[in-house]
C-alpha cells in the first residue's frame, strides 16, 4: 500500500468561501483521484487527477467548482470553491499502486456554514 | 439500475458466526472487483481484491467472483466485534481506471 496524507483533516469554513484541500504520497504514482463521501452516502469520484495535464472531471463535476493541481507525481490539491452548505462532506484522495488496487488517504472532513 | 448494489443493511450476526455480505453489478464490462472496509470516521481500508471467477480467500475473508451472474460477495467466518464496520463493494473499468462504489453495508457482530 501506500502512505498518503491529506491537510486539514477537518475545517469549518463560511458560505461563499474556498478551501484547498492537499493529499501527499510518499512515493511516486501514476494515478490519483479524489472522491467525496457526502453524510451517510457512499463514495463518488469527482476527478481524475493527471500530472501535466487537466485533471478528467466525472458527470455533475465542474472545474470551476472544484479546481484541481497535479504539479508532480506525488502530490495533488482539491480547491472546493464558493462552498455552500451542500459541500460538507468528507473529501478523499486515493492513489492507484498496483493491479488497479486504490488506497485512500485519511480524508478531510469539511463543514460549511 | 444502480451500477452497483449491495443488500439494505444494517447486518447483525453473532460473534463467532459466518457474515455473508452480497454485490452485484450491472456493467459487464467491469473488470477488477474490491471490498473495503470504513470504520465510523476513517477512511476506507482495502481488504479483498478478486479479479477472476471463483473464490479468493485471505485469514478469516473470503471473496467469491461470478462473472456470469455479475455477482460478488465476501464472507467473514468467525466473526469479531472488531469487524462491525461499513463494508463497500466497488467495481472498476480498467480502460478508465473509474472505481464504482455500492452505497455500503453496515455489519455488527454482536459479542
Known amino acids: 500500500s501506500a502512505v498518503i496524507s491529506q491537510k486539514p483533516s477537518r475545517d469549518i469554513c463560511q458560505r461563499g468561501t474556498s478551501l484547498t484541500i492537499q493529499c501527499q504520497v510518499d512515493?511516486?504514482?501514476?494515478?490519483m483521484f479524489w472522491y467525496r463521501q457526502q453524510p451517510g452516502q457512499s463514495l463518488t469520484l469527482i476527478a481524475t487527477a493527471n500530472q501535466g495535464s487537466e485533471a478528467t472531471y466525472e458527470s455533475g463535476f465542474v472545474i470551476d467548482k472544484f479546481p484541481i493541481s497535479r504539479p508532480n507525481l506525488t502530490f495533488s490539491t482539491l480547491t472546493v470553491s464558493n462552498m455552500s452548505p451542500e459541500d460538507s462532506s468528507i473529501y478523499l484522495c486515493s492513489v492507484d499502486r498496483d493491479v488497479d488496487e486504490q488506497f485512500f488517504g485519511p480524508g478531510t472532513r469539511l463543514t460549511v456554514l | 439500475q444502480k451500477e452497483v448494489e449491495q443488500n439494505s443493511g444494517p447486518l447483525s450476526v453473532p460473534e463467532g458466526a459466518i457474515a455473508s455480505l452480497n454485490c452485484t453489478y450491472s456493467?459487464?464490462?467491469?473488470?477488477?472487483f474490491f471490498w473495503y472496509r470504513q470504520y465510523s470516521g476513517k477512511s476506507p481500508e482495502l481488504i479483498m481484491s478478486?479479479?477472476?471467477?471463483g473464490d479468493k480467500e485471505d485469514g478469516r475473508f473470503t471473496a467469491q467472483l461470478n462473472k456470469a451472474s455479475q455477482y460478488v460477495s465476501l464472507l467473514i467466518r468467525d466473526s469479531q466485534p472488531s469487524d462491525s464496520a461499513t463494508y463497500l463493494c466497488?467495481?472498476?473499468?480498467?480502460?478508465?481506471?473509474?472505481?464504482?462504489f455500492g452505497k455500503g453495508i453496515t455489519l455488527s457482530v454482536r459479542p
Open positions: 512515493s511516486q504514482v501514476t494515478m
Open positions: 478478486i479479479y477472476s471467477n
Open positions: 456493467d459487464r464490462v467491469s473488470q477488477s
Open positions: 466497488a467495481v472498476l473499468k480498467r480502460a478508465n481506471s473509474k472505481l464504482t
